[in-house]
């Protein structure tokens, strides 16, 4: 434990800080652009998963709206869906099963026909974007997707990496089955509004985080 520095990847959370009490925490998270994140996954459903393709407004049907905000309130609590609490048999199951377009795009539509069943209030969301904000207040930084060379560059600094690298991770044109433009990323910003919110309000915040290290500076 004691030789522990990082943990990272989707199944950490807020509070394992608390497995290395011997430890001085520092919380990074980056966002993506609730519209930009969504079409993104389209193309790479699209571009990896085997089968038929979906058209994006049919497939876009189908999915979760405010999915960023659910997900950082389940980080900010620790709840169990949040960590890394599947067999490794299981999780190899779980994964070659949804490589499989048909097989995914059935649960997408379950669990749609269930979030419409029990679809959360206005307070309900309230609630979880305000937990959402909690856990955005406190990271030690904030990153952001759409200025990727920016924010690791930001990141290395602080944390004394060298700043120069290249990104190769960049799908090719050819790739992208999707291609959001103004009239459908209003149509996203509309059906995920809290999504947006909490992306805004982390705009701020690195805003004032940066200001702070400014005036420290």
């Keep these: 434990m004691k030789n522990v520095r990082v943990i990272l990847g989707h199944a950490s959370y807020y509070g394992i800080h608390d497995l290395f009490p011997e430890k001085t925490p520092r919380y990074i998270i980056f966002f993506r652009d609730p519209a930009d994140r969504i079409v993104s996954a389209y193309n790479f459903e699209m571009r990896t998963k085997t089968g038929r393709n979906l058209d994006f407004w049919k497939w876009y049907k189908m999915q979760s709206k405010n999915e960023v905000v659910h997900f950082s309130d389940m980080k900010y609590r620790g709840l169990t869906g949040t960590k890394a609490d599947m067999s490794d048999s299981l999780s190899k199951l779980y994964s070659n099963l949804f490589k499989m377009k048909i097989v995914a795009y059935f649960f997408q539509r379950m669990f749609t026909i269930y979030s419409s069943l029990f679809k959360s209030s206005k307070k309900e969301y309230g609630l979880l974007l305000k937990n959402a904000k909690a856990l955005l207040d406190k990271c030690w930084h904030i990153g952001f997707i759409n ?67 400014k005036t420290l500076s």
Excluded: C
């Excluded at 990141?155 to 050819?174: A, Q, Y």
């Excluded at 996203?188 to 690195?206: G, P, Q, R, V």
């Design 147 to 213: 200025n990727l060379d920016q924010s690791l560059k930001l990141l290395f600094k602080e944390i004394g990496l060298p700043t120069k690298w290249k990104n190769t991770h960049v799908t090719p044109k050819s790739m992208i089955f999707f291609k959001l433009d103004e009239k459908a990323r209003k149509k996203i910003y509309d059906d995920n509004k809290y999504d947006k919110e909490l992306f805004d309000y982390a705009l701020s915040l690195k805003n004032m985080k940066n200001n702070d290290r």
